[in-house]
Nanobody, 113 residues
């Protein structure tokens, strides 16, 4: 059973940046598509971005131009670079391995002054 472990969350001021990491316990090739989702208090979990094995990406409109997904295949790790953060980005961020239906435990991101 593959495991996904997120890290990198925290408290940041509006306009700041954070980079989240999602480390997989085995090769990403068997886990694609990989995605980041988020869930704010009282709201449903929503897609942030997904990346396919071929590198195609699909971003939510609310994060386009501010967030970037990348991957290090040698490290079995997917990253989410988040810039120009806004208070409405506050949520628990989850990594998802769509190919195997696995979720990470989540990491809290709080954007506040």
């Amino acid at each position: 059973q593959v495991q996904l472990v997120e890290s990198g969350g925290g408290l940041v001021q509006p306009g700041g940046s954070l980079r989240l990491s999602c480390a997989a316990s085995r090769s990403l090739f068997s886990i694609y598509p990989m995605g980041w989702y988020r869930q704010a208090p009282g709201k449903q979990r929503e897609l942030v971005v997904v990346v396919t094995r071929g590198g195609s990406t699909n971003y939510a409109d609310s994060v386009k131009g501010r967030f970037t997904i990348s991957r290090d295949i040698a490290k079995n790790t997917v990253y989410l670079q988040m810039n120009s953060l806004k208070p409405e980005d506050t949520a628990v961020y989850y990594c998802n391995g769509g190919g195997v239906g696995v979720w990470g435990q989540g990491t809290q991101v709080t954007v506040s002054s």
